[in-house]
């Protein structure tokens, strides 16, 4: 599975951004999509999903951070406001065929640095 995430940048506390995810060579049906991130010297963790049962979103992202995707485009969107700067991180999305967003994805791509200035 090829992941190109995209739509990273330097913003203020406070700002918006909006980071899209295309993926490709998929050999199934995806059913879930995530988005991820991970600060530096901390682990990747999993903050938005849309799955068989519905969206969720991790406590530290709800109600600023939202995410969607467009099945034609095979693109998933996270539009993130309100940014602090603890939201700063590499995001990664990813895709599976089932409901599982935790499974230990073989490929990652390169993703998206996000840098919230204070």
Do not use: H
Not at 33 to 42: E, M
Not at 99 to 114: C, E, I, K, M
């Amino acid at each position: 599975v090829q992941l190109q995430a995209s739509g990273g940048g330097l913003v203020q506390a406070g700002g918006s951004l909006k980071l899209s995810c295309q993926f490709s060579g998929t050999t199934f049906s995806v059913n879930a999509v995530g988005w991820y991130r991970q600060a530096p010297g901390k682990q990747r963790d999993l903050i938005a999903g849309i799955s068989s049962g519905g969206t969720d979103y991790a406590n530290s992202v709800k109600g600023r951070f939202s995410i969607s995707r467009d099945n034609a485009k095979n693109t998933v969107y996270l539009q993130m406001n309100n940014l602090k700067p603890e939201d700063t991180a590499i995001y990664y999305c990813n895709v599976a065929g089932d409901d599982d967003l935790l499974a230990d994805f073989p490929s990652w791509g390169q993703g998206t640095l996000v840098t919230v200035s204070s």
